[in-house]
């Protein structure tokens, strides 16, 4: 049977292993921070240093978009080959791409396997290595061959067979665990419950009425003729149900080991599995599976559609089939990452001085883009320069202090529902009466509310041009998938964040590489200099002023 590894990676297992190897899996699965195999390793991280100080150039490869917050980190889009600059911190590290170079989280980027060769020619060799594994098996079993024919009667049945043991699992932690916990309210709270099993009763009852369908399409007689393809058509968005469970698990995994910390309630549980007749394996294992289950249903597709010929009347089918559970799963992991989210954006607005109006996870969930830009007000035409920060819905611009440049200072927001966007060519303005270069306009329908902002470079506007597009895409999407944070999470993360900043104490956006930074931009200065101090050497020098050093030679001016 097919298993999925921490890293994402299939791994068939001997009939001989597979018996005592589940719990393993559950343990390597639990144990895993994520599905990638990150390069985060004391050993691995030592080899990379290594590598850098060597003068070797050291290549990897975003996993996931990273949206920045601050200028001095780096923003990346997933696929993106960022050269790795710095990697003595574990957790962030400093990176180049192009002209461009920053801090970016290291568990958003997988190391390249080949270091040597250019990212296209490494990507050319995979293509072409999978079209020879492709080609090789083909020789061996032949187009419409029977022997083909079993291979697909194989993964049909395995198909069928995990189903119904998934089934199984599903009731075992409904019947063997919900219930018995129900009856014991002096030990549990509704609301413990629902932190530690989720929507889970929900996913059982789907499931059912899943296989239900599997079952009328799987011929028992002949395997390989089932039509199975359609059943995920069917139900594909029914599939999103787990986006919930998977938010919410990291949650029970919590609530979970709180409990399990206190004897009666390791005995309890322990008494609710021998009493289903259960197989020993921990309620954090079982509650584990349907993550898995959610991540594993791609990979038969896959399998599936290998052996199935173009001929057969499944084919086109299980291929939209396929897609669609890729799809199903971008969508979780997506959502996954705006839940997280939420508490990275708590934590920036509780760092922005002055903050005024609602807070901004009333209406937004996510951060599209960031950059300075230069504002252009009217009627006088004064230009401000301002830190932008486009969310989903709204857009925020801040003032940078003029000592901490670490410091913001809320100004103002503007409403992206009710804006539409122009491209401004350069030249004057007629409404303005300025001159502009780089420049974009949002106006709102009525032509009440405008905003005249300019970019640097060429480049720098069209990408903003681009993310004022991704903006209203987003806002689209969510609509149509029914994504929303509800109010409790909201609450949760602006008291999370009200916490890791304490009334009377300064509001400076806190990173966790920030000590680090400053030893790098600063390796000689000695670590007892105020943080004052610190940013005034960081400034260039000025050159003296004769006009200062004329006044000073007055007599009234003389301390």
Same mark, same amino acid.
């Given at each position: 049977?097919? /298993?999925?590894? !921490?890293?994402?990676?299939?791994?068939?297992?001997?009939?001989?292993?597979?018996?005592?190897?589940?719990?393993?899996?559950?343990?390597?699965?639990? #144990?895993?921070?994520?599905?990638?195999?990150? !390069?985060?390793?004391?050993?691995?991280?030592?080899?990379?240093?290594?590598?850098?100080?060597?003068?070797? /150039?050291v290549y990897a490869e975003a996993l996931w978009d990273h949206v920045t917050m601050d200028d001095q980190e780096?923003?990346?889009?997933?696929?993106?080959?960022?050269?790795?600059?710095?990697?003595?911190?574990?957790?962030?590290?400093?990176?180049?791409?192009?002209?461009?170079?920053?801090?970016?989280?290291?568990?958003?980027?997988?190391?390249? /396997?080949?270091?040597?060769?250019?990212?296209?020619?490494?990507?050319?060799?995979?293509?072409?290595?999978?079209?020879?594994?492709?080609?090789?098996?083909?020789?061996?079993?032949?187009?419409?061959?029977?022997?083909?024919?079993?291979?697909?009667?194989?993964?049909?049945?395995?198909?069928? #067979?995990?189903?119904?043991?998934?089934?199984?699992?599903?009731?075992?932690?409904?019947?063997?665990?919900?219930?018995?916990?129900?009856?014991?309210?002096?030990?549990?709270?509704?609301?413990?419950?629902?932190?530690?099993?989720?929507? @889970?009763?929900?996913?059982?009852?789907?499931?059912?009425?899943?296989?239900?369908?599997?079952?009328?399409?799987?011929?028992?007689?002949?395997?390989?003729?089932?039509?199975?393809?359609?059943?995920?058509?069917?139900?594909?968005?029914?599939?999103?149900?787990? #986006?919930?469970?998977?938010?919410?698990?990291?949650?029970?995994?919590?609530?979970?080991?709180?409990?399990?910390?206190?004897?009666?309630?390791?005995?309890?549980?322990?008494?609710?599995?021998?009493?289903?007749?259960?197989?020993?394996?921990?309620?954090?294992?079982?509650?584990?599976?349907?993550?898995?289950?959610?991540c594993k249903y791609p990979l038969q597709l896959a399998e599936l559609l290998k052996y199935t010929n173009p001929?057969?009347?499944?084919?086109?089918?299980?291929?939209?089939?396929?897609?669609?559970?890729?799809?199903?799963?971008?969508?979780?992991?997506?959502?996954?990452?705006?839940?997280?989210?939420?508490?990275?954006?708590?934590?920036w607005q509780s760092s922005i001085e002055d903050w005024e109006g609602e807070d901004i996870l009333s209406r937004?969930?996510?951060?599209?883009?960031?950059?300075?830009?230069?504002?252009?007000?009217?009627?006088?035409?004064?230009?401000?320069?301002?830190?932008?920060?486009?969310?989903?819905?709204?857009?925020?611009?801040?003032?940078?202090?003029?000592?901490?440049?670490?410091?913001?200072?809320?100004?103002?927001?503007?409403?992206?529902?009710?804006?539409?966007?122009?491209?401004?060519?350069?030249?004057?303005?007629?409404?303005?009466?300025?001159?502009?270069?780089?420049?974009?306009?949002?106006?709102?329908?009525?032509?009440?509310?405008?905003?005249?902002?300019?970019?640097?470079?060429?480049?720098?506007?069209?990408?903003?041009?681009?993310?004022?597009?991704?903006?209203?895409?987003?806002?689209?999407?969510?609509?149509?998938?029914?994504?929303?944070?509800?109010? /409790?999470?909201?609450?949760?993360?602006?008291?999370?964040?009200?916490?890791?900043?304490?009334?009377?104490?300064?509001?400076?956006?806190?990173?966790?590489?920030?000590?680090?930074?400053?030893?790098?931009?600063?390796?000689?200065? !000695?670590?007892?200099?105020?943080?004052?101090?610190?940013?005034?050497?960081?400034?260039?020098?000025?050159?003296?002023?004769?006009?200062?050093?004329? @006044?000073?030679?007055?007599?009234?001016?003389?301390?």
């Amino acid at each position: 049977n097919a /298993v999925i590894l !921490p890293d994402g990676a299939p791994e068939k297992l001997g009939a001989g292993d597979e018996a005592g190897s589940e719990e393993d899996l559950y343990e390597d699965l639990r #144990s895993s921070g994520h599905r990638f195999g990150h !390069p985060g390793g004391a050993g691995e991280q030592l080899a990379i240093n290594e590598l850098i100080s060597d003068g070797s /150039v050291v290549y990897a490869e975003a996993l996931w978009d990273h949206v920045t917050m601050d200028d001095q980190e780096l923003g990346f889009k997933a696929g993106d080959v960022i050269e790795v600059v710095d990697a003595t911190n574990k957790e962030w590290w400093w990176g180049r791409i192009l002209d461009s170079e920053g801090w970016f989280p290291a568990s958003f980027v997988r190391l390249r /396997v080949n270091q040597d060769e250019p990212m296209e020619e490494y990507l050319a060799q995979l293509e072409e290595a999978q079209e020879e594994n492709s080609a090789g098996m083909a020789l061996l079993l032949g187009p419409g061959l029977p022997c083909k024919e079993q291979m697909r009667t194989n993964v049909i049945n395995e198909i069928m #067979s995990t189903e119904r043991d998934y089934i199984k699992h599903l009731k075992d932690i409904c019947e063997g665990y919900i219930k018995q916990c129900r009856k014991r309210m002096d030990m549990f709270t509704e609301e413990q419950l629902c932190t530690i099993f989720g929507n @889970i009763e929900d996913i059982y009852r789907f499931q059912k009425k899943f296989l239900k369908c599997l079952e009328k399409k799987f011929n028992k007689d002949e395997p390989h003729l089932s039509e199975i393809g359609c059943c995920f058509l069917e139900h594909q968005t029914d599939f999103q149900i787990y #986006s919930e469970y998977c938010n919410n698990h990291p949650n029970a995994c919590v609530q979970l080991s709180k409990l399990m910390k206190l004897n009666k309630y390791v005995f309890f549980f322990e008494a609710c599995r021998l009493l289903q007749k259960m197989i020993d394996i921990s309620l954090d294992g079982f509650l584990l599976t349907p993550v898995q289950k959610i991540c594993k249903y791609p990979l038969q597709l896959a399998e599936l559609l290998k052996y199935t010929n173009p001929q057969h009347r499944d084919y086109k089918d299980v291929e939209a089939a396929l897609n669609g559970m890729k799809n199903v799963a971008r969508l979780i992991n997506e959502r996954k990452r705006r839940l997280e989210n939420v508490d990275k954006i708590a934590q920036w607005q509780s760092s922005i001085e002055d903050w005024e109006g609602e807070d901004i996870l009333s209406r937004s969930s996510d951060l599209i883009y960031s950059g300075e830009l230069t504002k252009i007000s009217p009627p006088q035409g004064k230009s401000q320069q301002r830190m932008f920060f486009l969310f989903n819905h709204q857009m925020v611009y801040c003032k940078k202090d003029l000592l901490r440049r670490d410091i913001l200072y809320y100004k103002g927001r503007v409403d992206m529902d009710q804006m539409e966007v122009l491209d401004v060519e350069d030249g004057k303005d007629k409404e303005l009466n300025v001159s502009v270069k780089n420049a974009l306009k949002l106006r709102s329908p009525s032509g009440d509310e405008v905003h005249l902002l300019c970019a640097k470079k060429p480049e720098q506007k069209q990408r903003w041009l681009r993310a004022f597009r991704d903006e209203r895409e987003q806002v689209q999407h969510d609509r149509e998938t029914g994504f929303s944070i509800t109010e /409790v999470q909201k609450k949760q993360a602006m008291l999370n964040a009200c916490k890791s900043h304490p009334a009377g104490k300064p509001k400076a956006v806190n990173r966790p590489y920030y000590d680090f930074l400053l030893r790098q931009k600063h390796p000689t200065l !000695p670590t007892s200099l105020p943080q004052q101090q610190v940013f005034m050497l960081a400034e260039p020098k000025r050159k003296s002023s004769n006009f200062w050093h004329n @006044i000073g030679r007055l007599t009234p001016f003389k301390k």
